[in-house]
Each structure stands twice: as structure tokens, then as C-alpha cells.
């Protein structure tokens, strides 16, 4: 069973950083792909950006693009977002999944709040 948890949340001041963390556990995939989420109140989930297994490949949304970065720490089986410039519409719970197959995402974490102020 493969199990994600998220870390890294917190509140921060319009204009400054976050770095968020995902930790994998259990079996997975050299297919696999990573995907950082998102969620505000009475929204929609939204795609945040995603990176495959081997950390070579990784796409953006348009409103994470040149402010958010994707990356992995193989040794740790850990995945990062850094979130730069932050924004109060940023404010959301950020979750990570797993797409280990199929590029559908089966696995989520729990999620960590992010709360951007102004």
C-alpha cells in the first residue's frame, strides 16, 4: 500500500516562500508520476504541477509557471514544491498523489493548508 504524507503547510506573508514535502512510502513504479494538488474553500481541485519517478520531466499549471518548482530527493523518496512569490489566492490545502500507472493518480496524501496573507 503506498502511503503519502505532506508537510511543510503553514502561513506565510504575501510575497514569501513555502517549501512543501511529500514523503512516499510502500511500493512504486519507475512509470510512476507525481502530482501536487490543490484546494481552496468552495473550489474546485485544481492541478498544481507534477514530475515523473525519475525527476527528469515535469509540468506546470499556468499559475504555478516561474513561482513553483517540482523536485524529487531520491535517497528520501520525498517530493518537494517550492512555492516562491506566494500569493493570497495561493491560499489552498496542497495535497500530493501518485499516478503509478495509467497517469491516473490513485494515491493522496492527507493534505497540509497553505494560507497566504496580505
Known amino acids: 500500500q503506498v502511503q503519502l504524507v505532506e508537510s511543510g503547510g503553514g502561513l506565510v506573508q504575501a510575497g514569501g516562500s513555502l517549501r512543501l514535502s511529500c514523503a512516499v512510502s510502500g511500493p512504486t513504479f519507475s512509470t510512476a508520476v507525481m502530482g501536487w494538488f490543490r484546494q481552496a474553500p468552495e473550489k474546485a481541485r485544481e492541478f498544481v504541477a507534477q514530475l515523473n519517478w525519475s525527476g527528469d520531466t515535469t509540468y506546470y499549471a499556468d499559475s504555478a509557471k516561474g513561482r513553483f518548482t517540482i523536485s524529487r530527493d531520491h535517497a528520501k523518496n520525498t517530493v518537494f514544491l517550492q512555492m516562491n512569490s506566494l500569493k493570497p489566492e495561493d491560499t489552498a490545502v496542497y495535497l500530493c498523489?501518485?499516478?503509478?500507472?495509467?497517469?491516473?493518480?490513485?494515491?493522496w496524501g492527507q493534505g497540509t493548508q497553505v494560507t497566504v496573507s496580505s
Open positions: 498523489a501518485i499516478a503509478t500507472s495509467g497517469g491516473v493518480y490513485n494515491y
